[in-house]
């Protein structure tokens, strides 16, 4: 069964919104993990809108279970990793003026930007993870710049208008995830995955790890993040149990 990493930055967004104290992502944080799932997430952007360097430190603190950083590939946010030392980083592209995250790496273009990076964090001792759009020319490149996981950028399939549009995009991202499974890449996937449209990714046999957040904070305003974080993963678990794996 795929893992559940939940995405807890939108609690730092509410935050942020009204300058308060809380919600406080540490608390998040606690109950993610408390509720059963394999681990948290938090993306630390350079103008810190959401997740700040005192959240980042604290999380690391108390999270057991697995802490993944998203991070852009520069030297500022490599450094921090190596402070910190979270269990995995994942490399994301950031535009300065983006709501979320838009894309994944093209790796065969921007090369420069996250090889030195790879570098560092795998001699630090942590595990590294490229975001990148799910073409097999990345696949290629993931495995030959020496990343140990790939994530799959799932926005293409969620945001599909047709029944077509969604099956082309499912295919496109399954067998991204054979190839990248054949080069000894971990598999990962996520990004606009919601209760709906969650099972179809989860099935895919490769991918090891979900990242999910949006959808989850937001289903927690109404029934509580312990709640959302429970139902999510037995979403997950039903395509696993639909294909018996
Ligand atoms: N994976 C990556 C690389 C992301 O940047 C994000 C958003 O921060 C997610 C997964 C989670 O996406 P969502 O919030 O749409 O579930």
């Known amino acids: 069964m795929s893992r559940l990493s939940v995405n807890i930055d939108h609690v730092g967004t509410i935050r942020q919104a009204?300058?308060?104290?809380?919600?406080?992502?540490?608390?998040?944080?606690?109950?993610?993990?408390?509720?059963?799932?394999?681990?948290?997430?938090?993306?630390?952007?350079?103008?810190?809108?959401?997740?700040?360097?005192?959240?980042?430190?604290?999380?690391?603190?108390?999270?057991?279970?697995?802490?993944?950083?998203?991070?852009?590939?520069?030297?500022?946010?490599?450094?921090?990793?190596?402070?910190?030392?979270?269990?995995?980083?994942?490399?994301?592209?950031?535009?300065?003026?983006?709501?979320?995250?838009?894309?994944?790496?093209?790796?065969?273009?921007?090369?420069?930007?996250?090889?030195?990076?790879?570098e560092q964090l795998t001699e630090g001792g942590i595990i590294v993870s490229l975001f990148v759009d799910p073409t097999e020319e990345n696949m290629k490149a993931a495995a030959a710049f020496g990343a140990d996981y790939v994530e799959l950028n799932t926005n293409y399939y969620a945001i599909s208008k047709s029944f077509e549009e969604e099956v082309d995009a499912l295919r496109t991202v399954e067998k991204a995830a054979h190839l990248a499974s054949k080069m000894k890449l971990g598999v990962a996937a996520g990004h606009a995955l919601n209760y709906r449209n969650v099972r179809n990714i989860a099935a895919i046999e490769p991918i090891e790890e979900l990242s999910i957040g949006h959808s989850i904070i937001a289903r927690a305003i109404f029934v509580g993040l312990e709640r959302a974080v429970r139902e999510m993963m037995e979403e997950i678990r039903r395509a696993r149990r639909a294909i018996n794996v």
């Open 18 to 118: 009204r300058g308060e104290k809380y919600p406080d992502p540490v608390h998040a944080a606690v109950i993610v993990e408390q509720s059963g799932a394999d681990g948290v997430t938090v993306h630390l952007r350079k103008d810190r809108r959401h997740i700040n360097d005192r959240d980042l430190y604290l999380v690391r603190e108390i999270v057991a279970s697995h802490l993944t950083l998203e991070m852009f590939s520069s030297q500022e946010m490599v450094d921090i990793a190596l402070q910190v030392k979270p269990d995995m980083v994942t490399l994301v592209p950031e535009r300065p003026e983006e709501s979320t995250t838009e894309r994944g790496f093209d790796l065969t273009q921007e090369a420069q930007e996250v090889e030195p990076a790879i």
